[in-house]
């Protein structure tokens, strides 16, 4: 919950730009970056305080932290899906889906479920990673992640707002 407001607050400042004012209303759009570090943030906060608290004794929760912080994401993509946000750009091709697009049904590549694949490819490279007891999990994840974000947001043809680079976008 607290990830989706922070990327509802996220947009609201990319819209400055747009719009020229800060506003939140229903149809604000949410950005994933907003998102990651307002989620981030508060599943560090948890995770911390309550390891704290069930691991008093053995500070478990901090040797494994960087085990366990690279799961979740893939899951983000599936509630894009679902929300209608972050789809790719108008397609004919046999793996477009049908999403409803400034209102109106229209077949666009499904670049949430691409996300999703490899995310999911990712999370089972780095558990093997894990498995044979090699370190710098969440190093890979944040690089190879970068990598694949930045190629897929050319896919991308949702509004995410404006760079000083023209077509590079906030993310």
Not at 10 to 37: C, E, H
Not at 84 to 95: L, N, R, S, V
């Amino acid at each position: 919950i607290f990830g989706y407001f922070s990327a509802i607050l996220f947009q609201a400042f990319y819209n400055i730009k747009r719009d020229g004012k800060f506003v939140i209303a229903t149809n604000t759009g949410a950005t994933f970056f907003g998102g990651l570090i307002g989620g981030a943030a508060i599943f560090l906060l948890i995770y911390f305080l309550a390891g704290r608290k069930i691991f008093a004794e053995s500070d478990a929760h901090k040797k494994h932290f960087f085990d366990t912080a690279d799961i979740a994401h893939c899951f983000g993509r599936i509630g894009c899906l679902f929300a209608g946000c972050c789809h790719g750009k108008p397609t004919d091709a046999w793996f477009g889906i049908k999403m409803l697009v400034d209102g109106r049904m229209q077949k666009v590549i499904p670049t949430q479920l691409f996300e999703t694949v490899f995310l999911l490819a990712l999370l089972s490279y780095l558990l093997l990673r894990i498995k044979d007891k090699q370190s710098y999990c969440l190093q890979s994840y944040m690089c190879m992640y970068g990598v694949w974000r930045f190629v897929v947001e050319f896919f991308r043809a949702d509004d995410r707002g404006a760079t000083i680079v023209s077509f590079l976008t906030p993310s």
